[in-house]
Nanobody, 119 residues
Framework: QVQLVESGGGLVQAGGSLRLACAAS????????MGWFRQAPGKEREFVAV????????NYADAVKGRFTISRDNAKNTVYLEMNGLKPEDTATYYC????????????WGQGTQVTVSS
């Protein structure tokens, strides 16, 4: 059974930084693309960033490009999201998700970690 557990959320002032981590188990981690998504109250869940199974490619939402960095450590079965220059509009619950190399959709999700950015 796939399990994804996020950590690292919290309350931070605008301009500050946080590093989220997502520990994965129950899957061959190195064979999965990993992504971060977020959902703010009253809004749809939105894509934040994705990293390929081999770390060969990354992609970011325009809203976070240049401020957030996704990375992974396949030896630790963990994916990270380094968030710098945080803005109040980054406030949301952040979820990590896993997608098989050859599948289209993210099918495994964590429970989320709350990030709150105060102005």
């Amino acid at each position: 059974q796939v399990q994804l557990v996020e950590s690292g959320g919290g309350l931070v002032q605008a301009g500050g930084s946080l590093r989220l981590a997502c520990a994965a188990s129950g899957l061959r981690f190195s064979a999965y693309d990993m992504g971060w998504f977020r959902q703010a109250p009253g809004k749809e869940r939105e894509f934040v960033a994705v990293i390929s199974w081999s770390s060969g490619s990354t992609n970011y939402a325009d809203a976070v490009k240049g401020r957030f960095t996704i990375s992974r450590d396949n030896a630790k079965n963990t994916v990270y999201l380094e968030m710098n220059g945080l803005k109040p509009e980054d406030t949301a619950t952040y979820y990590c998700a896993a997608k098989g190399r050859f599948t289209v959709d993210f099918r495994s999700w964590g429970q989320g970690t709350q990030v709150t950015v105060s102005s």
